[in-house]
């Protein structure tokens, strides 16, 4: 809401973007500052958008689960803090947009996300003189990373698998080492890897598809769509769930990434599916 920041710099008026923040992040962030309550993100819920003294807002919603509580503190945005059952809820909220909101959240199931991560910028083959292999991130790709630890803190990840090229295992070292987790370094998920034997990137994506951790794999472009395909055999997506995955991961840029929220269900492996920019 606060769009464009003044500042003066050497006595000149200056005026710059806010610092970005990917809206899960922003999520999680103002759920905390707001509520004292620490979450991880579940699946996307539908966003909504209305007017702010007449210019439009659109705001994203997740499903989420509590992970920690701070307590809770009256605010500027929020005066009281207390738990109705959803049914009670059309006749104490203000806004119909946000009862819709609630009313598709229930209907949610449990979900873990399963994050496909292309890793962060990289010098360009052509200014890079050693192996590809050993090709590593620019120094906007070392910034990028930042956004990577913010985006899969907010899914609260569990498990990290790399392709063992330095760009991707750099894409991803600084959130393992804030989450204190080990990562899992694979071939199945590196470029040369990937085209001498696809079958171990399907073993890797099968073995995936039933642990019930929040996973994320950094791997290369031309190895998404692989991946999609071994999720589909899997069951894990829908004919369609794939098209729309491969149609969202197709400019896939560096650091961004396809989030695959992944039920327990039997008639309906994937819930959602959703994608997030990089810096």
Same mark, same amino acid.
């Given at each position: ?10 006595? *000149? ?9 990917? /809206?899960?992040?922003?999520? *999680? ?34 499903? /989420? ?35 819709? *909101?609630?009313?598709? /959240? ?174």
């Amino acid at each position: 809401e606060d769009g464009i920041r003044d500042y003066k710099v050497t006595g *000149v008026q200056t005026c710059a973007l806010p610092i970005y923040e990917a /809206a899960p992040t922003a999520a *999680v962030r103002e759920c905390h500052e707001e509520t004292g309550f620490t979450v991880r993100l579940g699946a996307r819920l539908n966003d909504v958008s209305y007017l702010v003294r007449g210019r439009p807002k659109q705001v994203s919603y997740w499903v /989420a689960s509590i992970t920690n509580d701070s307590g809770f503190s009256a605010n500027s945005e929020v005066d009281e803090r207390t738990w109705v059952p959803v049914t009670d809820a059309a006749a104490i909220l203000t806004h119909a947009a946000d009862v819709s *909101v609630v009313t598709e /959240a229930s209907k949610v199931p449990s979900t873990r996300p399963l994050i496909i991560l292309r890793h962060a910028e990289a010098l360009s083959r052509t200014d890079f003189q050693g192996p590809d292999f050993d090709r590593p991130l620019t120094p906007r790709g070392h910034k990028q990373t930042q956004s990577v630890c913010d985006l899969l803190g907010a899914y609260g990840v569990e498990h990290v698998l790399t392709s063992p090229y330095l760009r991707c295992q750099q894409t991803i070292d600084s959130y393992a080492h804030a989450a204190g987790i080990k990562v899992t370094v694979t071939s199945a998920l590196g470029e040369a890897g990937h085209q001498e034997s696809p079958a171990t990137t399907q073993s890797l994506i099968e073995s995936l598809a039933s642990t019930p951790q929040a996973a994320a794999l950094c791997t290369h472009r031309p190895v998404i769509p692989s991946i999609i395909n071994e999720l589909t055999a899997a069951g894990l997506l829908s004919q369609q769930q794939a098209a729309d995955s491969q149609d969202l991961s197709a400019f896939l840029n560096p650091a961004e990434a396809l989030i695959i929220h992944v039920s327990g269900s039997k008639t309906l492996a994937t819930w959602s599916t959703e994608r997030h920019d990089a810096p």
